[in-house]
């Protein structure tokens, strides 16, 4: 009888507690395909005002998203565990953009951003104990094809509010990958979530098995 491959899990220390402070379901999933056993908790921090405070400090996007992403896991921090706080913001020529709240939003967002090439400063920060791990922060650069109107609307329509679900309004795993003419960067990180430095950090900290 062939022996049994032992479930994902099993590469991870039992005796740490992991907590990914996000709602994001793209994220949840990064991890739950990784075999990665967590828990999701949705941190209460007020975005816009750290962003409101990062602008008047002139930080960078790469710089707030970290801040942002530390505010997250310091926000569901829990007794020995180790919380995974991860942000991503988008800068194209100096102009930061948000979700889209709406489908019309997302329009002038796209109409905005084709053609052009942007920045996802995506970033991540491991906490435990109320005390920051390990950051890192990485910048995929992603060019938009000078689509038609006609290919927008098109597009709106097949994605719906499923684009509201992303600061790009567009999810490359789906069929906004037709709007692209180039893309720099790791997949998992333009996701929002740098899984392999990240997979490497939580072994540094024996989370993960060596």
């Known amino acids: 009888m062939p022996a049994l491959v ?3 899990a ?4 039992s005796e740490s507690t992991l907590l990914l402070a996000s709602g994001s379901h793209s994220r949840r999933r990064m991890l739950e395909n990784a075999g990665l056993v967590f828990e999701s908790h949705v941190p209460g921090v007020d975005e816009d005002s750290v962003k409101h405070q ?5 930080l960078a996007p790469g710089a707030t998203a970290l801040k942002l992403a530390e505010a997250k896991a310091l926000a569901v921090a829990g007794k020995d565990a180790v919380v995974i706080g991860a ?3 988008l800068s194209c020529d100096g102009q930061w953009y948000d979700k889209p709240p709406t489908l019309e939003d997302a329009r002038v967002q796209l109409q905005a951003l084709r053609g052009r090439t942007h920045c996802l400063h995506t970033a991540v920060v491991l906490v435990r104990h109320g005390q920051v791990l390990w950051r890192h922060m990485e910048e995929p650069r992603l060019s938009m094809r000078a689509f038609s109107d006609t290919v927008l609307t098109r597009y709106l329509e097949l994605e719906g509010a499923q684009c509201l679900t992303s600061v790009g309004a567009y999810r490359l795993e789906g069929p906004g990958l037709l709007l692209f003419s180039r893309i720099e960067g790791d997949s998992f990180t333009i996701q929002g979530l740098p899984m392999l430095a990240l997979m490497a950090a939580l072994r540094q900290i024996n989370v993960l098995l060596d």
């Open 6 to 8: 032992p479930p994902p």
């Open 10 to 13: 099993l590469l991870q220390n």
């Open 54 to 58: 990062a602008r008047k400090d002139a």
């Open 87 to 89: 942000d991503q913001m």
